[in-house]
């Protein structure tokens, strides 16, 4: 894009539609390849708790602590968690190689979802603030979240899932100074409470 | 409480300063109707008043709500002891709360609207109750209730004209702001107020009867009515209200359809007398970079809006509204909660519209003209909401039909339903639409009523495209455009105008000055 404005010289000329920068024309990068492994595992996981509890219930029941009609429940709830689990790790899986990003010169796209699909693009300009964060498990597999955060309340931020500790850090750094230059421009209208989270993050 | 402590001579050094004991009341009213409006939503929600009074005699129980008032009162005294605020040089400061002390330091840069309201036993005291909101806040951010009012005008007049005050690094930030709007008065003080709305009784009246408000409180009436009843079921009044109920409805229509009609009427009377009551005489004023509202019989309300902080507008009406040709005017605002698109009694609210008075929108958001036609979404709308709605409704019917047979009382709302849909489906897919002014979109939807929503597109914080299996398969996405107010959804579009429009959002939201909120 090359239609950013000189300072203080606006002007906004009609454009045809079709001649716009078109978001789907870009290529976008695919997540890394450790977020599948890391996705299936988190997907998985949670359904650890409830499986060793049915498995707890199904030993207890043949040690004759509980009723034997539990024993006999037992392995039907078993099997039912363990191809919930499974589906569940099959999505995360077809999930992971779905999801992809790409910065343009002015903005960020990140596509996502394997049934119900979203592509979201935030302008720069728009961008309030940026942080990483990264779970323990995340750290595991050399994982880091960016969140990216505009006006909007609840809808309003976006979490890039799926980029290495590295790629994270340039990006958030990259936005950071694309938002600070923004604020060159025109400076301070941040409340006391906003401008100290920025501070923290610059 | 001078005056002193605000004038420039004595810049961000104004000394701290306390509430008016008069704004006690205030609170403990204001207390008294949260804890209401919270707590009876629980108690009637459960059914459990019922219960409970059943269980407890009334001396317990009115012991009780002694208690409980006294704990309001003096948790309410504790918080008006400790309230303190100072007028700084370019923000507010705010130290409050009883259990956890809180400061607050506001900078009236940051200020989107300014209300004071003035409640009928603040006037005696020339007090009013001022409050204001910044984007960052889901509610409103700080209030000083029961403060003079020639102070509480002059911090108004300091937010709106915030550039005088303050310093150099505001000053450009507030001319970019101005060169947005399209505005480049020099001072608010300076520009002489244009009216630009002042409905009469009539109209204001015919607002309130328009209003959802009105059915909002017959089901509140009816509800307590219900709880009476069952209370007072054996008492002898009630007996002779049933007695002389039964023989009414026992004459057939003739007697009850006139009492059906008196009961609607007083009920929209009251909605009407409501709204009379909330904006008499209303007077809408643009100062240039602020759009000033006020009226209230009551309560004397005005609010003021930064022009250059209206993130967009909504143009709605009532399906009684629609009959009766009334419209409602809304400016909306940054939101944290992402709900400032939600047009609420909070709202800075314009009412009493004609049809022709929809003209208002252009002078309220320079730019803006109502279109004559929207653009309509997907016909394929209709035939996923009727099929889903046929599967699903037919289905639950079936289902009863087969496990309870033909007497069971939802049989008939369920037909009634599944034979209603379809015109249903089609007015709900008739009033989707949207149409781009240039830099301006205008969203239209609803089903009996319905709601314009317009703003500049280059207002966009982040654009999404969703889509479903169903919508793939026939080239469709939902186009979910992020504003500062909130989301605004257009579903069923073609994916090739989905794109265009967002490429064009994208465009405009790129190019355009930075604003952020």
Known sequence: ?202 | MGRSAVTRADPGAGAWQRLSPVALVFLIVRALQKFIRENLVVFLGAGASVAFVERLGMRELLLGASALFLIIVVTTAIYHRRFRFRVEEDAVRVRRGVLEHKELRIRFSRVQNVQLGEPVYFRPFGLVQFSLETPGAAEREVELPGIPRRLAEEIRDRIVGARAAVGADNEVADELAADEAGRMEQGADAVTPVLLHAPGVGRLFVHGLSSNQVWVVAGVVVYALDLVFRQTADSLAMTQLVAWLETQFSAGWSAVLPLLAGVLAALLAAGGAAALLRFHPYRLHDYGQRLVGSGGVLERREQTLRRDKLTGVVLQQSPVGRLLGCWVLAGLQTRSDGRGNEVSQRSFLVPGLRAADRLLVGRLYPGAVVPAAFEPIHIRYRSWWLGRGFLVVAGVLGALLVTLGREHAAILPLTVLLVLLPPLVWLRWRQWGWWLDRTVIWVRRGLFGQRLEAFELARVQQVQLRSSPYLRRHGLVTLVLVLPQGLVQLPFMAEERAAALANQALFAAETALRHRV
Request: charge should be positive; proline fraction near 5%; include cysteine.
């Open chain 1, 1 to 202: 894009m090359t239609a950013s404005a000189p300072e203080g010289t606006f002007t906004n000329p009609a454009v045809a539609a079709e001649m716009l920068p078109d978001f789907r024309a870009v290529a976008l990068v695919p997540v890394v390849q450790a977020y599948a492994p890391y996705a299936v595992v988190a997907a998985v996981l949670g359904w650890l708790a409830p499986l060793g509890a049915a498995l707890l219930a199904w030993s207890a029941a043949a040690a004759g602590l509980l009723p034997a009609a539990l024993g006999v429940l037992a392995p039907f709830v078993l099997g039912g968690l363990l191809l919930i689990a499974a589906i569940n790790g099959v999505f995360a899986a077809l999930d992971a190689r779905r999801r992809a990003w790409a910065l343009r010169e002015h903005d960020l796209i990140y596509r996502s979802g394997v049934l119900w699909r979203r592509s979201v693009i935030v302008p720069f300009a728009r961008i309030q603030h940026v942080e990483t964060v990264s779970g323990p498990l995340e750290r595991r597999f050399g994982l880091t979240r960016l969140k990216c955060y505009t006006a909007g309340g609840a809808g309003g931020d976006l979490t890039v899932a799926g980029l290495d500790r590295e790629t994270a850090r340039r990006v958030r750094q990259f936005l950071l100074e694309r938002i600070r230059d923004g604020d060159d421009d025109r400076p301070a209208a941040v409340s006391s409470s906003h401008g100290a989270q920025r501070g923290d993050e610059g």
